[in-house]
T-cell receptor
Framework: GAGVSQTPSNKVTEKGKYVELRCDPISGHTALYWYRQSLGQGPEFLIY????????DSGLPNDRFFAVRPEGSVSTLKIQRTERGDSAVYLC????????????????FGPGTRLTVL | KNQVEQSPQSLIILEGKNCTLQCNYTVSPFSNLRWYKQDTGRGPVSLTIMTFSENTKSNGRYTATLDADTKQSSLHITASQLSDSASYIC???????????????FGKGTHLIIQP
């Protein structure tokens, strides 16, 4: 596709429910990132995939959060037993090459999914 | 601890005026610094990127500066337009606290409002 797409754009759920957020990266991008952004804050790193494997999941806040990328393209962020504090915008980004530590590989962001937990 | 501090937190200016946004960082080691523009309800979009050896970079009406000695960057917007209303996020690469292969540390952003 032309850019990173995320679905749904908005998700309202009740405390304790399970949610799945989907990210379609730019075609051919091998690296995929998930971030969480609270109101008035910058994006907070959650997890990074290189291909199908999670190369760094150090940002996941607890074991209620899990993400997969089974075929190295589309990724799903899964949140179990949602809590009100999970309410935020969840951003996905992709880049064309493995990170080299230089940060020169621009990350292209999707529009985000706004999650509201009531 | 790697940190990126931005100021002001928010700014309101009249259309046509210039403004400057500030970014101070303590990320180490340093690789590069990006400024992103984030429109309401959209993901961030990169405006400029600067490495250690670059002290200025322009993108249309946006000009970013970098002083790697004092670890400060600024984003100057010339002749502001209504479409410049957005959050501007400073992102520094090189440290490890941000996670991911690129070790990005994000600032909280400056919320800019352009009034007609």
């Amino acid at each position: 596709g032309a850019g990173v797409s995320q679905t749904p754009s908005n998700k309202v759920t009740e405390k304790g429910k399970y949610v799945e957020l989907r990210c379609d990266p730019i075609s051919g991008h091998t690296a995929l990132y998930w971030y969480r952004q609270s109101l008035g804050q910058g994006p907070e790193f959650l997890i990074y995939f290189q291909g199908t494997g999670a190369a760094d999941d150090s940002g996941l806040p607890n074991d209620r959060f899990f993400a997969v990328r089974p075929e190295g393209s589309v990724s799903t962020l899964k949140i179990q037993r949602t809590e009100r504090g999970d309410s935020a915008v969840y951003l996905c980004a992709s880049s064309s090459r493995v990170g080299t530590g230089t940060g020169r590989n621009e990350q292209f962001f999707g529009p985000g999914t706004r999650l509201t937990v009531l | 601890k790697n940190q990126v501090e931005q100021s002001p937190q928010s700014l309101i200016i009249l259309e046509g005026k210039n403004c400057t946004l500030q970014c101070n960082y303590t990320v180490s080691p340093f690789s590069n610094l990006r400024w992103y523009k984030q429109d309401t309800g959209r993901g961030p979009v990169s405006l400029t990127i600067m490495t250690f050896s670059e002290n200025t970079k322009s993108n249309g009406r946006y000009t970013a500066t970098l002083d790697a000695d004092t670890k400060q960057s600024s984003l100057h917007i010339t002749a502001s337009q209504l479409s410049d209303s957005a959050s501007y996020i400073c992102v520094v690469s090189g440290g490890r606290s941000g996670g991911g292969a690129d070790g990005l540390t994000f600032g909280k952003g400056t919320h800019l409002i352009i009034q007609p």
